[in-house]
């Protein structure tokens, strides 16, 4: 039962705690918050679904270790009844075992001792991005669609090693090796022609040394969200062909923001968006294939978009729908912001040249160099955007060129 939520109201955040002590603490914490959100609380599990039948709540935050159900089984059952629920769990270290059943039912994970500051932050960057994809019908929208994956356990464990000091490519490369047919796919995409290596790779441990961890980490979200989908009616959408696109558009956004002299966690930032700016379709097709396959047709006939068929057969994007899933992955706003505008740079705000504008650029050079296009102003590129950001002339031309040997060499 996927219950709508009304994005009219003030936003609901629901903490379920088993120690009178913490719920107490939680209701000084947030005291400031009562004229911004709507706040239950809850002493156990039992107790939260009780309320979230009465009325749902968009934000859920609980404790793992309670009594009668703990976290894990609440989240994992909040996640089948009301999908829409943003769900954060505060656990221990010794609650591992726990953790590893709920990883995909849970947004984001806080461990104890946690800062009052981070737990607000999560709950206001859920809250926000519920906002601004709420608009209009894309939060009912995606409340329907039973089944959106959730942050894949890799992402969630490479996440982890990258905040511990003394993280090695060896580690990272160990985790990944724990999935066969992870390592397989990551294998076949580090070799092939995008990253232009020189020999072989064979093991997941030179792949981390020598694309780096981000660039690893963004390969296995990829490889995880197209598994996620690989038996499903994909509404006439080309596994083949979306993947390459990601690839291409990654790898060419990355080479502009280093081109752009930006700094490197910029550079990853536009790899990583641009891996998954358009993983948006495979939501909106895997939900609905026949629906999707009539906003293509409707795309040809009437020589729109791909984004402006979607919103006329669906009501919403990919865009929308890409970013919305991975801010609930707890993906960075940068990324997100890309993802959101990948089609529209200009309504992002400030015209810096950013992982947006990196992603941006890629994509119209991969539509300009696809369509054998000879001058880089015959695409819909808008060019007053770039050059008021700081690209010049002889940037696009070059840009234009190395876009044009990327897809030769695919
Ligand atoms: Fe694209
Ligand atoms: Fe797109």
Redesign the pocket.
Known sequence: MATKLDSSKKPRVLFVDDEETVLTLYRHMFSNKKSDWEIGYAEDGIEALNLMEEEPYDVLVTDMNMPRMNGAELVVQVAEEYPSTARVIITGFSDQKSVIQCLEATHRFLMKPFEVVNLTEIIQTLIALHKSLNQNTLKEFCGQISHLPSSPKIYFQITEELQKPNVTTEKIASLISCDPCMTAKLLQLVNSAFFGFAYEIHHPKDAVQLLGIETVRSLAMLIYVFSYYEDSDKGGISIDELST??LQ?AVNAQKISRDMKLPSNIQDQAFTAGML??LGKLILATQDPDAYRKSIILQKENKLQDWESEQQVFGATHMEIGAYLFSLWGLPVPIIEAIMW?HQPSKEGPNTFSALSAIYVA?SL?EFASDGKKDPTDTDMDLEYLLTSGVTENQLDRWKEDSASVLMAS
Do not use: A, Q, R, S
Request: aromatic content about 0%.
């Open positions: 696109h990601c558009t700016h358009d990948h994509e991969h």
